[in-house]
C-alpha cells in the first residue's frame, strides 16, 4: 500500500528565511505524481507545486522548490524568501496515475516568525 | 467502516444530461466541499459548506449546483453537461472553522468519481 510521511508536525521559520519541508513516500509503482498542497484557516486545498515521477527536474514555482529524489521516495518542499502569508498547513500528497485516490501525508504545520 | 463515501465511482454520460454525484461522511464533521481534479491532476476547489451554510463558491459554470440536506451530505448536480466537465470529482470533509485544537486536522478525501462525458 503506498503511504505518505510527513515527519516534521510543526516548523517554523524567520519571515525572508528560506525552509525546508520533508516528505517520503513508499510504492512500488513507477509512473506516479507527487504534490504539495496549501491549507490556509479557511481549510480548502490550495495547490503549491506538482511533480511527474518521470520527470527528473525539480519542479518550481516562484518561490517554491522541490527536491525529488525518486530512489530515496523523497519529495521535500523549499520555501524561499518566507512571508506571512506562507503560514499554514502543508500537506505532501501521491496519486498513482492509474488511479484516482490521491493519499495525504499528515501534514506539516508551517509558523512564520516576523 | 468508509468515512467519506462518493457515489459512483464512474460515471460515462453524454453531452447534455444532467447527473448528480453523492458523497456523504460519518466522521461528524461540519465541513464539506468539492474538489475538481482536472488533467493536469491537481485539485482545484469548487465549493464548501459548513453545517449546511455555503461559505466558499469559486468560479464554477452555474450548471453545478451543491445541496446539502443535511451536514452529513452533500451532493453536487451537474445539468447540461458538457464536454470539459469530464473530471474526477473528490468529496471532502473537515473538522468546523476556528475550532480549538482542530488546526492540525487534515480533510478527509472521497475516492472520487471519475465523470466521462461522451
Redesign the interface.
Known sequence: AQTVTQSQPEMSVQEAETVTLSCTYDTSESDYYLFWYKQPPSRQMILVIRQEAYKQQNATENRFSVNFQKAAKSFSLKISDSQLGDAAMYFCAYRMNRDDKIIFGKGTRLHILP | DTAVSQTPKYLVTQMGNDKSIKCEQNLGHD?M?W?K?DS??????MF?YNNKELI?NETVPNRFSPKSPDKAHLNLHINSLELGDSA?Y?C?S?LP??QPGT??Q??H?G??T?LSIL
Request: no cysteine; glycine share 4%.
Open positions: 465541513t466541499y474538489y481534479q493536469k491532476k491537481f485539485l482545484k476547489i464548501s466558499i474526477v473528490f471532502a473537515s472553522l476556528f488546526v492540525n487534515p480533510q478525501f475516492d472520487g471519475r
